[in-house]
């Protein structure tokens, strides 16, 4: 059987839910489910966790009770567990439960909000690579001055080959091309310099790839940080240690700036008439870089989709989480990754691997 006959099997419409996972679980999971539920009536939950705290929670949402199901655990992995110790004594918690759903072919993709590290390194290890896939990334859509832009990775992948960065880049423009229906997404590397002798060999190497390989897209060369927001390409391409950082940048520049507005528009009596005045703007700007909006980070790379909801969000950002993982199976972005694959590399025939018995 190949890779993309294989990953057809899950059932589309079945999400796995980790709900004790995040800040506010279970409450939030439920709710944001529910949210979920009403944009997509065809959604159908499994949530593994507390069943003595989740039931009543579901029992507010008659519109949830006859298309979701409860798998009792009260192991749960915490925030601040190692992912390695995650591993080997969280078989029985909600989130590696969860995960294995997928694994089992019961649900078609796992929404958790809980502890990153533990969540990437228990998907790997159970989910494993899709074929030709070195490393799973972290993605995630930031807003620009364009609209919006993809960028990876944002921290599974300290250190990056450059192999490693052109398959990121690959995975990208895939992403690109089947959720957001950009034929010919523009790839960009993130660099210190956009002159082709500035950055590390890996990313110099990279780049000579990326210019010479045939790819679902059109590689624009480097980039720098300030191309990111600026729209400059659909697909920022680095390493997750740089990624992490520009991301984690960008979030604390947005909070920095909604900080002074409110300081400026509180500091008198006409500055307050002021925001009365102009407070429908601020409303949609609000809207337009509303961080709940692009909740839902992406694991690419894996055979199951894995998508990663803010620990903090609420309900309304759990539920932009969950349409991620939907749209992602619904547009069928793995067997596109697969296929993609196996025409990079020329494997004809590429077989999803099956979990071991007796693994951690």
Known sequence: MTAVENLKIAKPNVIALDAMGGDNAPVIVIDGAALARARTPDIQFIFFGDEAQIAPLLAHYPQLCGCSEIRHTTEVISSDMKPSLALRQGRKSSMRLAINAVAEGEASSIVSAGNTGALMATAKFVLRTLPGVDRPAIATMLPTK????????LGANIECDAENLVQFALMGAIFCRTVLGRSEPLIGLLNIGTEELKGHDEVRIAAQILR????????????????????????????GFSGNIALKAIEGTANLIAYFLKQVFTSSLIARVGYLL??????RLKSRVDPRRYNGAMFLGLQGVCVKSHGGTDAEGFANAIGVAYDLVRRGFNERIAEEMAAQYGMADLVITKQEDGAP
């Not at 790819?215 to 390493?239: C, H, K, Q, S, W």
């Open 146 to 153: 364009k609209g919006e832009t993809v960028m990876l990775d």
């Open 212 to 239: 010479e390989r045939p790819i679902p897209g059109r590689f624009l060369g480097f980039i720098e940080g300030n191309d990111i927001t600026a729209g400059t390409v659909d697909v920022v391409v680095t390493d």
């Open 278 to 283: 102009s407070r429908g703007a601020f409303q």
